[in-house]
């Protein structure tokens, strides 16, 4: 399967935590990017990092990329109770048009 | 501002209706997709559309037809729904090139009684 897989499947964390979410997957990546989707929503992109990168910043987000171990990792600093969503990973492989979703992973903070 | 727009929020139709789910955007992008997502499986690709009047199937076709007549309007047509396709329809758009960024619309929750 092309997909990526979340883990944690569900992750309860305090105001102010960090939280870390991990994709893996089995095949070769041109690039992963990483959706959130508040409750009953569509998904909004976070980030894309490309499989020549490491890592990649935006605001309190983080992400890197092992390709040597096939996984990614997206880390939210100081989370709010806005970041309460799922995230999920969707992989861009091969000269495929499309991209394929992970089943994501439930991020719930509480104050 | 990017914008994906989907016609309905919310849905309910009865077994063996014809069902049509249209998604507009604005942002003159090539490439337009439509997804299922259900819990425990994740978005699944239906079908998607690279240009006017092209389309090519998802994972998960049967059951569904789309059409894209315009640029901007991406359509999935449900022949004769099943109580099976009750799920959260995603719409989204992506500039030419592959593995870009996609732009989702806020999705139909579609129940088939």
């Known amino acids: 399967s092309q997909q990526g897989e979340e883990d944690p499947q569900a992750l309860s964390i305090q105001e102010g935590e960090n939280a870390t979410m991990n994709c893996s997957y089995k095949?070769?990546?041109?690039?992963l990017q990483w959706y959130r989707q508040n409750s009953g929503r569509g998904l909004v992109h976070l980030i894309l990092?490309?499989?020549?990168?490491r890592e990649k910043h935006s605001g309190r987000l983080r992400v890197t990329l092992d390709t040597s171990k096939k996984s990614s990792s997206l880390l939210i600093t100081a989370s709010r109770a806005a970041d309460t969503a799922s995230y999920f990973c969707?992989?861009?492989?091969?000269?495929?048009?499309?991209?394929?979703f992970g089943t994501g992973t439930r991020l719930q903070v509480t104050l | 501002d990017v914008k994906v727009t989907q016609s309905s929020r919310y849905l309910v139709k009865r077994t063996g209706e014809k069902v049509f789910l249209e998604c507009v955007q604005d942002?003159?992008?090539?490439?337009m997709f439509w997804y299922r997502q259900d819990p425990g499986l994740g978005l699944r690709l239906i079908y998607f559309?690279?240009?006017?009047?092209?389309?090519e199937k998802g994972d998960i076709p049967e059951g569904y037809s789309v059409s894209r007549e315009k640029k901007e309007r991406f359509s999935l047509i449900l022949e004769s729904a099943s109580t099976n396709q009750t799920s959260m329809y995603l719409c989204?758009?992506?500039?030419?090139?592959?593995?870009?960024?996609?732009?989702f619309g806020p999705g139909t929750r579609l129940l088939v009684l």
């Open positions: 559309s690279y240009d006017v009047k092209m389309k």
């Open positions: 990092i490309r499989s020549n990168e």
């Open positions: 969707a992989l861009h492989t091969g000269t495929a048009s499309k991209l394929t």
């Open positions: 942002m003159d992008h090539e490439n």
């Open positions: 989204a758009s992506r500039p030419g090139g592959a593995g870009e960024t996609q732009y």
């Open positions: 095949t070769s990546i041109n690039n």
